[in-house]
């Protein structure tokens, strides 16, 4: 009976982790984003949320001069891969800083959000990536 519990439990667990990984290549998929295109919007920061899985950047502003501001939802990966790959801290940018975003659009135009490349903060003309190939980039140090 033992044997039959132990062997139950061992079968049990490595059900759960073949599920998990599942869902986890799953939530990473970018197909939602047309990287085909890219969009340059302008506008004031909300919010930086630094958190993991996803960092997100929520800007209001407009990708089109004369447009009604709206607020879009950038989507980054990681923190600690931002902080290798383009220099980002919790701080790098703050609500209330105007900046100028490259992005890859989501594929639903309905929804205002997409995946970002670059943003540069006007006041200051400073820039940060989200492209995690940029620190094998020659030229950086």
Do not use: Y
């Not at 044997?3 to 869902?23: E, N």
């Not at 004369?66 to 607020?71: D, H, I, L, N, R």
């Not at 006007?122 to 140090?141: I, K, V, W, Y």
């Amino acid at each position: 009976m033992n044997w039959f519990a132990r062997t139950l439990g061992i079968a049990g667990a490595a059900l759960c982790v073949a599920a998990g990984i599942s869902i986890a290549n799953a939530h990473h998929s970018t197909t939602m984003f047309d990287h085909s295109r890219t969009l340059i919007l302008k506008g004031v920061v909300i919010e930086l949320r630094w958190t993991n899985p996803h960092v997100t950047l929520l800007v209001k502003g407009t990708v089109t001069d004369g447009e009604e501001p709206s607020e879009w939802l950038l989507e980054m990966t990681s923190p600690g891969n931002l902080v290798r790959a383009g220099g980002w801290s919790r701080n790098a940018v703050k609500a209330g800083d105007e900046v100028v975003v490259e992005m890859s659009p989501l594929r639903d135009a309905e929804k205002h959000g997409g995946a970002l490349k670059k943003v540069t903060v006007a006041a200051t003309g400073q820039s940060f990536t989200a492209n995690l190939r940029a620190q094998e980039m020659p030229g950086l140090e």
